[in-house]
């Protein structure tokens, strides 16, 4: 996995600043017009775990700037991204992209469920496939802020399997309460 991981950074690391990102978001643009125009065949069963993911990457999308204010050494009148520590608390204990990964995954498949068309499940999928590849991105940048303790915190942390990570954090909390 280490190699194939090495893989894809050398990859993307290519790819022009912010184009992933930029391309993802017209796409997801995309999604939401479509969204108006086409609907597939109703169907309650995938409708429910579509608003349930439009809800969850509310979170995902808010808690980071919340959090950032809080423990990331953000001056005031700042950007919330403009952080001087490495935040490894709140959500950022669960992935390590919630907002530009998680959220951006959970909003494109939401409407995927809840239109039901083959043409918002490809823009959907296309954008969720480009947000990924921007995480890759972002830790590269990251890695550059904050060098070694980031490289720790990769290890941790998924970078944006929720739930996985959230696993990962009851171990942890329930390790460190029978010690």
């Not at 790819?15 to 939401?32: C, D, E, H, K, N």
């Not at 969204?35 to 608003?51: I, K, R, T, V």
């Not at 907002?99 to 494109?108: C, D, E, H, P, V």
């Not at 083959?118 to 972002?138: E, F, K």
Request: proline share 4%.
């Amino acid at each position: 996995m280490q190699r194939f991981e090495q893989a894809i950074y050398e990859r993307v690391e290519r790819i022009p600043p912010y184009w992933l990102v930029g391309s993802a978001t017209i796409l997801t643009l995309g999604q939401f017009a479509l969204a108006f125009f086409f609907h597939g065949p109703n169907s309650a069963s995938l409708e429910l775990p579509g608003w349930i993911c439009l809800w969850s990457a509310s979170i995902f999308g808010v808690a980071p700037i919340l959090t950032f204010r809080k423990h990331g050494g953000v001056k005031q009148g700042e950007s919330y991204i403009a952080t001087t520590r490495l935040v490894t608390r709140g959500v950022y204990a669960i992935v390590r992209h919630p907002q530009n990964g998680t959220s951006w995954i959970l909003i494109n498949l939401g409407l995927a469920l809840i239109v039901r068309h083959w043409s918002s499940a490809l823009t959907g999928g296309l954008s969720m496939l480009l947000a990924y590849l921007d995480t890759y991105q972002a830790d590269q940048r990251c890695l550059q802020k904050f060098g070694d303790s980031y490289h720790d915190y990769m290890a941790r942390v998924p970078r944006v399997n929720f739930l996985y990570g959230l696993v990962l954090w009851v171990r942890q909390r329930l390790a460190n309460h029978n010690e």
